[in-house]
T-cell receptor, first 113, second 113 residues
Framework: SQQGEEDPQALSIQEGENATMNCSYKTSINNLQWYRQNSGRGLVHLILIRSNEREKHSGRLRVTLDTSKKSSSLLITASRAADTASYFCATVGDGTSYGKLTFGQGTILTVHP | KAGVTQTPRYLIKTRGQQVTLSCSPISGHRSVSWYQQTPGQGLQFLFEYFSETQRNKGNFPGRFSGRQFSNSRSEMNVSTLELGDSALYLC????????????FGAGTRLSVL
């Protein structure tokens, strides 16, 4: 079953603009990860944020985590056409879930040149 | 280092048949997880193996099974195929048993006719 919602379901922007995607989840977590998927292929890991962290940066990516609201956001700055993909948040529970990733429904991002 | 390799990439089967999918993890990775991706249900966890033992299992019927070999390669089997089993099956590997970054293969697209 899905962990929660991602919002928006689809986002269309121009190159150079920023893209923000939001993710909500239901249970307590060990960490939250963001993945990118191009055209139904394998997922590529983007960034991992642990439950005791509030913000993390990696290149043009900025992730925030609010455990009190059970939500996270992914910001991609200065978007490029190559950023066009589906983006998924995934949580790892804080119990004995080991490596199980529970995914959100995903946001389809389209960046127009 | 070679990435996660899944074979075959595409597969067409008919209802009632069985199928075996293969996954070779990144060298040194001992954990392998399997996920099913469909347009309706999204990405769902099937199971995780670590050192030849199933550590976690998702909410799928017993027709879905897997195993891991001593070299960490993994196979998943689906028996008595149903139309609803048509999906992209993704394998992911990671070093250990914790909730770390997972590295995904390109997937096997199964079509059941």
């Amino acid at each position: 079953s899905q962990q929660g919602e991602e919002d928006p379901q689809a986002l269309s922007i121009q190159e150079g603009e920023n893209a923000t995607m939001n993710c909500s989840y239901k249970t307590s977590i060990n960490n939250l990860q963001w993945y990118r998927q191009n055209s139904g292929r394998g997922l590529v890991h983007l960034i991992l944020i642990r439950s005791n962290e509030r913000e993390k940066h990696s290149g043009r990516l900025r992730v925030t985590l609010d455990t009190s609201k059970k939500s996270s956001s992914l910001l991609i700055t200065a978007s490029r056409a190559a950023d066009t993909a589906s983006y998924f948040c995934a949580t790892v529970g804080d119990g004995t879930s080991y490596g199980k990733l529970t995914f959100g429904q995903g946001t389809i991002l389209t960046v127009h040149p | 280092k070679a990435g996660v390799t899944q074979t075959p990439r595409y597969l067409i089967k008919t209802r009632g048949q069985q199928v075996t999918l293969s996954c070779s993890p990144i060298s040194g990775h001992r954990s392998v997880s399997w996920y099913q991706q469909t347009p309706g249900q999204g990405l769902q966890f099937l199971f995780e193996y670590f050192s030849e033992t199933q550590r976690n299992k998702g909410n799928f019927p017993g027709r879905f099974s897997g195993r891991q070999f001593s070299n960490s390669r993994s196979e998943m089997n689906v028996s008595t195929l149903e139309l609803g089993d048509s999906a992209l099956y993704l394998c992911a590997s990671k070093v250990g048993i914790g909730g770390d970054i997972q590295y995904f293969g390109a997937g096997t697209r199964l079509s059941v006719l």
